[in-house]
């Protein structure tokens, strides 16, 4: 059974830093990519903010966060981060790591529908 869990959320003030990870299990596949989307309010859609490659080497992060966040993967491949710097109100949302089996080592994906595995979520509240 795939599962994906998210940790790290918690409240933080604007400016402040956090890390989100990602802990994978159960995939069957050899290869996968990881992806964190966020939903700011439920019934919106998810916003792409980062993915990266099972190889690690390709890297896609969104306009948006860019400098502000960077992604990760441990050696072990099974656990993503998020890392997130400067936070802004804007960037509370729920967070949502996803995993999509069967590519090619050096394949990130920036659309969700693309993922096949999502984990519940983790609530992150930057406030001032």
């Known amino acids: 059974q795939v599962q994906l869990v998210e940790s790290g959320g918690r409240s933080v003030q604007t400016g402040g830093s956090l890390r989100l990870s990602c802990a994978a299990s159960?995939?069957?596949?050899?290869?996968?990519?990881v992806g964190w989307f966020r939903q700011k309010a439920p019934g919106k859609e998810r916003e792409f903010v980062a993915?990266?490659?099972?190889?690690?080497?390709?890297?896609d992060v969104d306009d948006d966060v860019k400098g502000r966040f960077t992604i990760s993967r441990e050696s072990d491949k099974n656990t993503v981060y998020l890392h997130k710097n400067s936070l802004k109100r804007a960037d509370t949302a729920v967070y949502f790591c996803?995993?999509?089996?069967?590519?090619?080592?050096?394949?990130?994906?920036?659309?969700?529908?693309?993922?096949?595995?999502w984990g519940q979520g983790t609530q992150v509240t930057v406030s001032s």
């Open positions: 996803a995993a999509s089996g069967g590519v090619r080592d050096t394949v990130v994906f920036s659309t969700d529908w693309l993922y096949e595995y």
């Open positions: 159960g995939l069957t596949s050899s290869t996968y990519s």
């Open positions: 993915g990266i490659s099972w190889s690690g080497d390709t890297i």
